[in-house]
T-cell receptor, first 116, second 110 residues
Framework: GENVEQHPSTLSVQEGDSAVIKCTYS??????FPWYKQELGKRPQLIID?????GEKKDQRIAVTLNKTAKHFSLHITETQPEDSAVYFC???????????????FGKGTHLIIQP | NAGVTQTPKFQVLKTGQSMTLQCAQD?????MSWYRQDPGMGLRLIHY???????DQGEVPNGYNVSRSTTEDFPLRLLSAAPSQTSVYFC?????????FGPGTRLTVT
């Protein structure tokens, strides 16, 4: 089955700096790569996702890049703010036309700390 | 439109007790899943369903049963709770790749 590795487990950056979180996956058939943000005691919330037919996607301060050849993808957050502090999870799946298939395989998470 | 709902929010069980975690969605999504989240482990897939009457096992299915008699409901049953099942449980429904998570159930087994 799919295996997703996520690094680093903890990342501390100064407010205003950029943060980068990296993930690798094992199943070359995976074609959907979402990123979730989870605040303490809350449910995971989708912040951005990318499908395997594109190499990069951007939404304001957040961007995701995908390298299918190397089987890795990364989350980039620019101009970090205190409210960006949370745990971030990457995930991968082999999606079918219905989008559901067999669920997501998650990385173990990155605790992002924004230092004021 | 309530999205994905889960009950209860919190539950304490004794070893060997049984219970059902409820999950419902009102978005008419065919795909639903159950995950457990443990510290430092991310979320792991327990069971999933691609439609009413169809279920399958995920990464960590042992000790859990599911059924899907309607599109809306996807309950998770613990037949004989064990301390290793202490965790936070999330239900999710999926439409066009995107997963929508419920608020979670925090379960403690003593």
């Amino acid at each position: 089955g799919e295996n997703v590795e996520q690094h680093p487990s903890t990342l501390s950056v100064q407010e205003g700096d950029s943060a980068v979180i990296k993930c690798t996956y094992s199943d070359s058939a995976s074609n959907y790569f979402p990123w979730y943000k989870q605040e303490l005691g809350k449910r995971p919330q989708l912040i951005i996702d990318i499908r395997s037919n594109v190499g990069e996607k951007k939404d304001q301060r957040i961007a995701v890049t995908l390298n299918k050849t190397a089987k890795h993808f990364s989350l980039h957050i620019t101009e970090t703010q205190p409210e960006d502090s949370a745990v971030y999870f990457c995930a991968a799946k082999v999606g079918d036309s219905g989008g559901g298939a067999d669920g997501l395989t998650f990385g173990k998470g990155t605790h992002l700390i924004i230092q004021p | 439109n309530a999205g994905v709902t889960q009950t209860p929010k919190f539950q304490v069980l004794k070893t060997g007790q049984s219970m059902t975690l409820q999950c419902a969605q009102d978005m008419n999504h065919e795909y639903m899943s159950w995950y457990r989240q443990d510290p430092g482990m991310g979320l792991r897939l327990i069971h999933y369903s691609v439609g009413a009457g169809i279920t399958d096992q995920g990464e960590v299915p042992n000790g859990y049963n599911v059924s899907r008699s309607t599109t809306e409901d996807f309950p998770l049953r613990l037949l004989s709770a064990a301390p290793s099942q202490t965790s936070v449980y999330f239900c999710a429904s999926t439409h066009s790749y995107e997963q929508y998570f419920g608020p979670g159930t925090r379960l403690t087994v003593t």
